[in-house]
């Protein structure tokens, strides 16, 4: 089961890239850049991501 999802209004920016890396991943075992930074195991070693991009 593979999941890509939470992305609020950047959903459709990245959406592309996101599925060639998650059809990547379920074809090949591997995406062909690093996205272990964006696993969802992430929450339960309480790391955060801080987003760069927003104007605040």
């Known amino acids: 089961f593979f999941q890509a999802n939470g992305y609020s209004g950047h959903g459709f920016m990245m959406?592309?890239?996101?599925?060639?890396?998650?059809?990547?991943?379920?074809?090949d075992g591997k995406p062909s850049i690093d996205i272990e930074h964006y696993n969802f195991r992430r929450?339960?070693?309480?790391e955060l991501l801080v987003e760069k991009a927003v104007i605040g």
């Open 43 to 46: 929450f339960a070693r309480g």
């Open 15 to 27: 959406g592309p890239i996101v599925g060639r890396l998650l059809a990547e991943y379920v074809a």
